[in-house]
């Protein structure tokens, strides 16, 4: 289907939905009833769910049939808004083609003489409010669609961050854009850290498939607990299920990702023998770290790779090597990061 081609459909269709476009609902059922969502069909086979209640990440995202991310145990939950003690986060995880991170506290639960804060922050447990739905517009041949919300991570006397984000695309173009700006809305200094959690599984992440990055690993990578397979394959393939990694067991590497001359760092994977990959485009300014996350355990088979300000070290660890972000009053940062599929050639040609 050439949607870039109007000849082609013109005087043929009479609703864009036809061919894509966003549609919003409310799920009805199980443990997300009353979560408000957002489908969004780009008309190249690649559609994806919006969670507008969990900050509007991402959580299904399909291919045609295949699907890009994993989803865990948990599945989509509404949100708990006080999920902010230790581990309590990874109760309502539901994994996800994307997860964020943030905006205040990236990594385990820590504590210091600011505070105590849970795993991961408090973002994907805050409902985004919506601000505006651009649809495709076939008559005029606009084909550019975006969805706009903004979070708010804020406290009484504390911090008070705010961030818009635009999700948008182009019908006939297999990607997702989506552009950050998280801004202090406070008359105080405050913390930032923000990690983007790209959780892919089956079928595009398999055994074999390659992990594709360019950059320099640091210590976390050649930590004792990571399994022989990554000391064999560094971080550059995709394993069969482990027994090594039932429970909490995993691997990680802390990568110091390296850009072209554009400063864009290019990461993702390649699934070879099903022809698909996805891309991910980032920039190193914005963003210097990639992390690259592996659990392999039985039923629960997920990798992911995570463009982050920080490693996942935590705001107090962050703090005391003097690398933590402090958003002065009025002052804002922009994030921006691509998705996009790649299918037949590309896929083979997908490499660093």
Same mark, same amino acid.
């Given at each position: 289907?050439?949607?870039?081609?109007?000849?082609?459909?013109?005087?043929?269709?009479?609703?864009?939905?036809?061919?894509?476009?966003?549609?919003?609902?409310?799920?009805?059922?199980?443990?997300?009833?009353?979560?408000?969502?957002?489908?969004?069909?780009?008309?190249?086979?690649?559609?994806?769910?919006?969670?507008?209640?969990?900050?509007?990440?991402?959580?299904?995202?399909?291919?045609?049939?295949?699907?890009?991310?994993?989803?865990?145990?948990? @599945?989509?939950?509404?949100?708990?808004?006080?999920?902010?003690?230790?581990?309590?986060?990874?109760?309502?995880?539901?994994? +996800?083609?994307?997860?964020?991170?943030?905006?205040?506290?990236?990594?385990?639960?820590?504590?210091?003489?600011?505070?105590?804060? +849970?795993?991961?922050?408090?973002?994907?447990?805050?409902?985004?409010?919506?601000?505006?739905?651009?649809?495709?517009?076939?008559?005029?041949?606009?084909?550019?669609?975006?969805?706009?919300?903004?979070?708010?991570?804020?406290?009484?006397?504390?911090?008070?961050?705010? !961030?818009?984000?635009?999700?948008?695309?182009?019908? %006939?173009?297999?990607?997702?854009?989506?552009?950050?700006?998280?801004?202090?809305?406070?008359?105080?200094?405050?913390?930032?850290?923000?990690?983007?959690?790209?959780?892919?599984?089956?079928?595009?992440?398999?055994? %074999?498939?390659?992990?594709?990055?360019?950059?320099?690993?640091?210590?976390?990578?050649?930590?004792?607990?990571?399994?022989?397979?990554?000391?064999?394959?560094?971080?550059?393939?995709?394993?069969?299920? !482990?027994?090594?990694?039932? @429970?909490?067991?995993?691997?990680?590497?802390?990568?110091?990702?390296?850009?072209?001359?554009?400063?864009?760092?290019?990461?993702?994977?390649?699934?070879?023998?099903? @022809?698909?990959?996805?891309?991910?485009?980032?920039?190193?300014?914005? !963003?210097?770290?990639?992390?690259?996350?592996?659990?392999? +355990?039985?039923?629960?088979?997920?990798?992911?790779?995570?463009?982050?300000?920080?490693?996942?070290?935590?705001?107090?660890?962050?703090?005391?090597? @003097?690398?933590?972000?402090?958003?002065?009053? %009025?002052?804002?940062?922009?994030?921006?990061?691509?998705?996009?599929?790649?299918?037949?050639?590309?896929?083979?040609?997908?490499?660093?």
């Amino acid at each position: 289907m050439n949607l870039g081609n109007p000849e082609s459909w013109k005087d043929k269709l009479s609703h864009v939905q036809q061919i894509g476009g966003i549609e919003t609902s409310i799920l009805d059922n199980g443990a997300g009833k009353g979560v408000r969502i957002a489908w969004v069909n780009t008309g190249t086979g690649l559609r994806y769910k919006l969670v507008m209640d969990r900050g509007m990440d991402i959580l299904d995202a399909f291919f045609n049939e295949n699907s890009l991310a994993w989803i865990s145990h948990a @599945g989509l939950t509404a949100p708990q808004p006080f999920s902010n003690k230790g581990i309590d986060w990874l109760r309502t995880f539901g994994g +996800g083609l994307l997860t964020t991170c943030g905006l205040s506290n990236a990594g385990p639960p820590n504590t210091d003489e600011s505070g105590a804060r +849970g795993l991961h922050g408090n973002y994907s447990n805050t409902p985004a409010e919506l601000i505006s739905i651009k649809q495709p517009d076939i008559f005029s041949g606009d084909l550019s669609f975006e969805i706009l919300a903004k979070v708010r991570e804020t406290t009484t006397f504390g911090p008070s961050l705010e !961030m818009h984000r635009s999700i948008s695309g182009t019908l %006939g173009s297999a990607e997702i854009r989506i552009m950050d700006t998280v801004s202090n809305r406070g008359n105080a200094p405050a913390p930032h850290m923000l990690l983007y959690h790209i959780n892919c599984g089956w079928p595009l992440i398999d055994e %074999g498939t390659r992990i594709v990055w360019k950059g320099e690993k640091k210590p976390k990578a050649t930590d004792a607990n990571n399994t022989d397979f990554n000391r064999k394959y560094e971080f550059t393939r995709c394993t069969a299920p !482990m027994d090594a990694h039932a @429970g909490f067991g995993e691997d990680v590497a802390f990568i110091d990702p390296k850009a072209d001359s554009q400063d864009q760092v290019v990461c993702g994977y390649a699934n070879d023998s099903l @022809g698909l990959a996805l891309k991910i485009t980032f920039s190193k300014t914005q !963003m210097p770290w990639l992390i690259n996350w592996q659990h392999w +355990g039985k039923n629960e088979y997920v990798t992911a790779l995570e463009p982050a300000t920080h490693p996942p070290i935590g705001q107090a660890a962050a703090r005391e090597n @003097g690398t933590l972000i402090l958003l002065e009053p %009025g002052e804002s940062r922009t994030y921006d990061l691509r998705l996009e599929v790649l299918t037949g050639e590309k896929v083979r040609e997908f490499t660093i």
